[in-house]
């Protein structure tokens, strides 16, 4: 992936243009002066004074000067911000950077370059959503198509830090229609589209090796469950069994239980007998010398 690109204000004079402009707009005592300078030549003219004309001019000059010194130096100091968080930047203060981006913007909310470097710090501090809320942001402030294609170019390296691949390449593409022979976009393009389609793949086998995982422990809880129902048949068979001989017992007629039980007392008279037969044998185990 190539490194995100600074915004450096690099012409002072169109930035103190800007912000000429721009207070101009907002002050409106500024236009009650330069009204009442324009109000003192004519009063010149036609009380016809004796106010030379080169001192009109070198009164309005003054007055002009001041304004410009009293908006220059504003100017001024928002450029030497964010310049400021530039050198900052290269030196990989990251953090230092940011602050002074903000401090840029504390003084101009509508500085485009003060949101693109912001989102750039942002970025190298792997806050990847907030460097995007930023160079949208910067995006919303400016038309120039080579600045376009910077900052949707930063915003697809943003999602592609966070894996978004479908997103960044959605960026870069637009990057390429601010600027079509941007070869580096090109390439992350490429790439980025490599990566999701890894991602799809990965997320396929996932996914198949989730099913067949589930596959499985169902077929497991299916031969736990076959198991389990043959051991309750058992059970019950067992169960059944038992209570089919107790019942039994309790219809056995008196007769048939009086023929048992001689047949038991029979059974334990000829025990006794024998064992009487036992007894009467003596067993002579002295030698016959």
Known sequence: MIELQLAR??????????????????????????????????????????????????????????????????????????????????????????????????????????????????????????????????????????????????????????????????AYKRALRASPKDEETRYNLAYAQRMLREQQQQQKQDKDKKNDKKKDQNQKDKDKQQQQNKQDQQKNQDQQKNQAQKQQEKQMSKPEAQRILDALKNDEKDIQKKLRRRAAIRVNVEKDW
């Open 9 to 170: 204000i690099q012409n002072p004079k169109q930035q103190e243009g800007v912000i000429l402009s721009r207070v101009a707009t907002k002050n409106p005592l500024l236009w009650i002066l330069r009204g009442a300078c324009a109000e003192q030549s004519r009063s010149a003219q036609n009380d016809k004074e004796n106010i030379t004309l080169s001192r009109l001019q070198i009164s309005i000059s003054i007055l002009l000067l001041l304004f410009v010194i009293v908006v220059a130096v504003p100017a001024q100091s928002i450029r030497s911000h964010i310049n400021g968080g530039n050198d900052l930047y290269k030196e990989k203060k990251f953090a230092d950077a940011e602050a002074e981006y903000r401090k840029g913007l504390e003084k101009d909310n509508q500085l485009m370059h003060g949101y693109f470097n912001l989102g750039d710090a942002m970025y190298k501090q792997n806050r990847h959503d907030e460097a995007i809320q930023n160079f949208e942001t910067a995006l919303s402030k400016t038309k120039d198509p080579e600045m376009t294609s910077r900052l949707y170019h930063n915003i697809g390296n943003s999602y592609f830090e966070g894996k978004k691949y479908a997103e960044s390449i959605d």
